[in-house]
């Protein structure tokens, strides 16, 4: 795959002067399963005028839970030719919540992906590609919009690929005694190589953009190795909060070891 650390902070970036905050979360079950999302909220960027258009008002409140919504449209998928069908039925572990409104300049997103272990979790964005669903088209849409064609990269079919995958930068293992998450040594050490030096801690643009990564276990956490990140209250979580200085100052931020108690 050909996405990388820097295109990661690329993302980051195209949001830059907007105040933009965006959650990674993943749970995980005590089989190896779980859930991963993606949530965004720019807000902002509504107050700002970004996502306005030549002052139409527009309102989207849903939640979309694609094994239902599968289920409901059964009859007319029936008549759709076979790879059409396969496509749709990957959609199965999907749900998507939008909530947009140019009246009270709200703009969030979240998308979540039922997994069946790490393997699957990784395929996160790949199932999503060419999917064409009009509430996953907006929320992909709005993604786009923030990236440039010079950081859109292209798929193996020759397409640009439509989804944002934070996945493909960080190597993940997760088992009843031991998590990690790191980037990855090729990433990494493109990162080092292009390091921006004109970012400053005490750069006021850097706090506009601010990234969660957040981690839930079935297992108490005896030890953790980053002091970026904090254990949850039931300590059975953790959190690590950058701003975009941190993350281009620092390509192991976010590299997280967490070793649990034993039952």
């Not at 949530?39 to 979309?64: C, H, N, R, W, Y």
């Amino acid at each position: 795959m050909k996405k990388t650390y820097l295109y990661f902070i690329g993302v980051f970036i195209s949001f830059f002067l907007t105040s933009c905050e965006i959650v990674q979360e993943i749970r995980f079950n005590k089989d190896g399963s779980g859930k991963y999302s993606l949530g965004f909220d720019m807000s902002e960027m509504m107050k700002m005028g970004a996502s306005k258009d030549s002052g139409e008002v527009k309102q989207l409140d849903t939640i979309i839970k694609f094994k239902d919504f599968l289920e409901e449209k059964k009859d007319s998928i029936k008549k759709l030719d076979k790879a059409q069908q396969k496509k749709l039925a990957l959609l199965k572990a999907y749900d998507l919540y939008i909530k947009a409104d140019t009246v009270s300049s709200q703009l969030k997103m979240n998308i979540g992906y039922e997994f069946m272990d790490i393997e699957d979790m990784n395929d996160f964005a790949k199932k999503l590609d060419g999917q064409d669903i009009k509430e996953l088209d907006f929320f992909k849409g709005q993604l786009k919009d923030k990236v440039s064609k010079e950081e859109t990269e292209e798929g193996s079919e020759g397409k640009k690929k439509e989804m944002i995958d934070f996945n493909e930068v960080f190597v993940t293992a997760f088992s009843s005694s031991l998590f990690s998450r790191k980037i990855s040594e090729k990433a990494k050490k493109e990162a080092e190589q292009k390091k921006d030096t004109t970012m400053t801690a005490d750069n006021p643009m850097s706090n506009l953009i601010k990234f969660k990564q957040r981690y839930i276990f079935p297992y108490k956490i005896s030890k953790l190795n980053n002091n970026n990140a904090k254990i949850l209250s039931d300590f059975k979580g953790v959190e690590i909060e950058a701003n975009l200085y941190e993350m281009t100052n620092n390509p192991t931020f976010f590299d997280v070891e967490v070793a649990f108690e034993n039952e």
